[in-house]
Nanobody, 125 residues
Framework: QVQLAESGGGLVQPGGSLRLACVVS????????VAWFRQAPGKEREFVAG????????IYADSAKGRFIIYRDAAENTVSLQMNSLQPEDTADYYC??????????????????WGQGTQVTVSS
């Protein structure tokens, strides 16, 4: 079993930054992929960024490239998402998720076994 706990959400003005954190606990294996997804009201959950636990391979959705950075701290069992240049369209609930392994379908939520409760991010002036 793996438990995920997110923190760091809040209200930020357009152009601002936020850093989300996901504490990973339980029996996490080196093969795991840990990712961030988001879901805006009335929309489907979408992949944002992910990182492999073993070799620190980082992957990003097009909407995140150049603005978001995902970090993995194995010593602290934490996966963070640094979000810069935030825009109103980034407003969503952000979820941390863990999949048993990396697959080419990493962007599909069905690949992920474990999910956190989510943290809300609102970008508004």
């Amino acid at each position: 079993q793996v438990q995920l706990a997110e923190s760091g959400g809040g209200l930020v003005q357009p152009g601002g930054s936020l850093r989300l954190a996901c504490v990973v606990s339980g029996q996490i294996l080196s093969s795991y992929l840990v990712a961030w997804f988001r879901q805006a009201p009335g929309k489907e959950r979408e992949f944002v960024a992910g990182v492999t636990w073993r070799n620190y391979r980082r992957i990003y959705a097009d909407s995140a490239k150049g603005r978001f950075i995902i970090y993995r701290d194995a010593a602290e069992n934490t996966v963070s998402l640094q979000m810069n240049s935030l825009q109103p369209e980034d407003t969503a609930d952000y979820y941390c998720a863990a999949a048993p392994e990396y697959r080419n379908t990493y962007y599909q939520s069905k690949e992920y076994t474990y999910w956190g409760q989510g943290t809300q991010v609102t970008v508004s002036s």
